[in-house]
């Protein structure tokens, strides 16, 4: 008896997907696992519009006039906050960061206590970034209906916008998505970014996702998520299409996960010369911030391949866009 | 049960409206469609005005006053202005003058661009129903619709257009 009741709510759980309206709309945006291919392809199409918005005289469109995001970062992210706040005053809203590491949350309010502040003050969307997986995902429970929450980046889980984003440049660079090979490189284990990615990629039909790393920075049953798993450079990126660099995390990493980080460089750093294993058209992406010498050499970072600079460009479009389809979504 | 309404040929009301716009035509002039029935419009009327004017297109969807209420449109299309609106005189091309909304949002965008010396509006029918200031100067066709009907514009595969007279969602 127990157990039936336990499978029924089990499966309510996984049916309810807390980032869809009962109609299937994005509500909030808290991960890519989970968010249909016509969501993320609705993203990426209304990012292509965004694009052009900030070629113009006026760089702002009147969307969100009279809208507050609030910018919560409990994690310091000077390159993701800086795009948020810029996507949403071009959208017209008003924008208010938070950086909670030096404000009351040092004083011991709890994130819930500053969530229900700033809803007092009528705020209308937030932005969150936190170290603990899963911390948007709990305050988007926690909000009103009116209120929406984008994940701007949940400890190892997920950093939705940065997948899109990679996504967004890589279709544009190369559209035919269902034609790639495309390989990850470097600490996955760690990587919030890497997870989404690979979410991002299978969803939008991409039929050959590696991950390139050693043993140590691999979780464990990575395959499972659809990937083929490689752990010398040479051989895995042979005819890639698409190079997606990552962040070596240190702040994140215990123990003893790599010998030296020049070890590291000379095995898992991409070079030119471990670049001219991929296709010759082969894009560079990274999420930055980039640790030059260390995950990649600077003559590939400021190279002819590298499309690391239009990538930052391309945040604010896509996160323009998944601001205003929340923003309409009410 | 709908009543029959005759409509008028989409293709004659074309080249009715492009007689309009010749007088007007100089080098100074721009041609922007409104997405989508606008933006068909333009093509059609670029050879028969002048293949070298400066044109262009606008998805007016990030300027919507409907926004509130409906959210974003599911397709958006980006906009291209790919000249110097400061100074120009531009025509806005749109298939159907309804309520003026579209035409509103429109000409934010356009401001949004730079400042043009003037905007004019042409269409192929004014249905009648407007709700703000704004008026076509450029009309080919004008009728009394109810509420309930959508009047929209539409190409057939050899690209020859048509009027379609359809019962609205939403009055």
Redesign the interface.
């Known amino acids: 008896m127990r157990k039936a009741v336990f499978i029924s709510l089990w499966k309510k759980a996984k049916m309810y997907n807390p980032q869809l309206t009962d109609d299937g ?1 994005l509500k909030h945006l808290l991960s890519i696992e989970g968010l249909p291919k016509s969501i993320i392809t ?1 993203i990426l ?2 990012a ?2 965004f ?3 900030a070629e ?3 760089k ?4 969100l006039r009279g809208k507050t995001v609030c910018n919560i970062f409990f994690e310091n992210s000077t390159r993701t906050r800086t795009t948020f706040e810029i996507a949403a005053k071009r959208l017209s809203a008003d924008v208010i960061n938070l950086n909670v590491s030096t404000s009351s949350q040092s004083k011991g309010e709890t994130i819930l206590d500053t969530v229900d502040n700033l809803t007092a003050m009528h705020a209308d969307m937030f932005v969150i970034r936190h170290a603990q997986s899963g911390a948007a995902h709990f305050i988007a429970r926690h909000v009103k209906p009116h209120i929406h929450v984008i994940n701007a980046g949940d400890g190892r889980h997920a950093h939705p916008t940065q997948a899109l984003l990679d996504v967004f440049t890589i279709r544009r660079y190369k559209p035919e998505m269902h034609n790639l090979r495309v390989a990850l490189v470097g600490d996955v284990l760690h990587s919030r970014v890497a997870r989404s990615e690979i979410h991002a990629l299978t969803t939008l039909g991409v039929p050959e996702v590696r991950v390139i790393a050693p043993k140590t920075l691999l979780p464990e049953h990575v395959e499972k998520m659809g990937v083929h798993v490689y752990h010398d450079m040479a051989a895995g990126l042979k005819d890639v299409d698409v190079v997606m660099m990552l962040r070596l995390q240190n702040e994140r990493m215990t123990g003893a996960l790599l010998p030296s980080a020049q070890e590291y460089f000379k095995t898992f750093g991409l070079t030119q010369e471990k670049l001219a294993l991929a296709k010759p058209d082969a894009i560079v992406t990274h999420p930055g911030p980039m640790n030059r010498g260390i995950e990649i050499d600077s003559s590939v970072a400021d190279g002819r391949q590298s499309v690391i600079l239009p990538q930052v460009t391309y945040g604010i479009a896509v996160r323009m866009a998944v601001m ?2 929340l ?4 | 049960m709908m009543q029959p309404i005759d409509l008028p040929d989409a293709e004659q009301l074309l080249t009715i409206l492009a007689g309009q716009l010749k007088p007007v035509i100089n080098s100074e002039t721009a041609l922007v469609g409104i997405h989508s029935g606008g933006v068909w419009m333009m093509e059609r009327l670029l050879p028969m005005l002048g293949k070298n004017m400066k044109h262009g297109r606008l998805d007016v969807s990030f300027y919507r006053d409907d926004f509130g209420q409906r959210g974003l449109h599911q397709d958006t299309l980006p906009s291209q202005i790919p000249f110097d609106v400061e100074g120009r005189h531009i025509i806005l091309i749109d298939d159907v003058f309804y309520t003026g909304r579209t035409i509103r949002a429109a000409m934010n965008e356009l401001f949004d661009y730079g400042r043009p010396a003037s905007i004019s509006l042409a269409v192929l029918v004014n249905r009648g129903g407007r709700e703000l200031p704004i008026t076509p100067q450029f009309c080919a066709h004008d009728m009394q619709l109810p509420a309930n009907r959508n009047l929209q514009l539409m190409q057939n595969a050899e690209g020859r257009f048509y009027l379609t007279l359809e019962e609205s969602q939403d009055v």
């Not at chain 1, 702002?60 to 969307?63: A, H, M, Q, S």
């Open positions: 709309k609705q199409d209304t292509e519009s694009v052009g918005v113009r005289e006026v702002k469109v009147p969307l205003s389809i923003a309409g979504n009410n």
